[in-house]
């Protein structure tokens, strides 16, 4: 009878020898991008920021655009941190630019 053990990464280890079965790879933990609502940044600009920045359809842009009108805060997307922080800096930069108030954050999913 042969004794296999498996290390953390489920590796079997046979004889002091290590075969590796699969990569011992991590998960990368994910962040919400979401919307804020306001009264003042136009409808339009936020259907084009959810277009050029999310890579959104001018539909699904209208239809989030929307759920963030009536609802006060909507996704725009789930993102490794680093391209979700990408993303919240575009909004906040192209919001200041155009003088909306327009408010972006990420939260972790
Ligand atoms: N409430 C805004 C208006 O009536 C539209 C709006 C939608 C603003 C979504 C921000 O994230 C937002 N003009």
Do not use: W
């Amino acid at each position: 009878m042969t004794e296999r053990k498996q290390d953390d990464a489920g590796n079997e280890e046979e004889h002091g020898l290590a075969l590796k079965t699969r990569p011992a790879t991590k998960k990368p933990s994910l962040y919400r991008v979401l919307l804020l609502n306001d009264d003042y940044t136009p409808m339009e600009f936020v259907v084009e920021v959810l277009v050029r920045i999310f890579r959104k359809s001018p539909e699904d842009a209208a239809t989030i655009m929307l759920h963030v009108h009536q609802n006060g805060v909507g996704m725009c997307g789930v993102y490794t941190y680093e391209v979700a922080e990408t993303k919240v800096a575009q909004v906040m930069d192209a919001a200041r630019r155009a003088q909306h108030p327009l408010q972006c954050t990420m939260e972790k999913e």
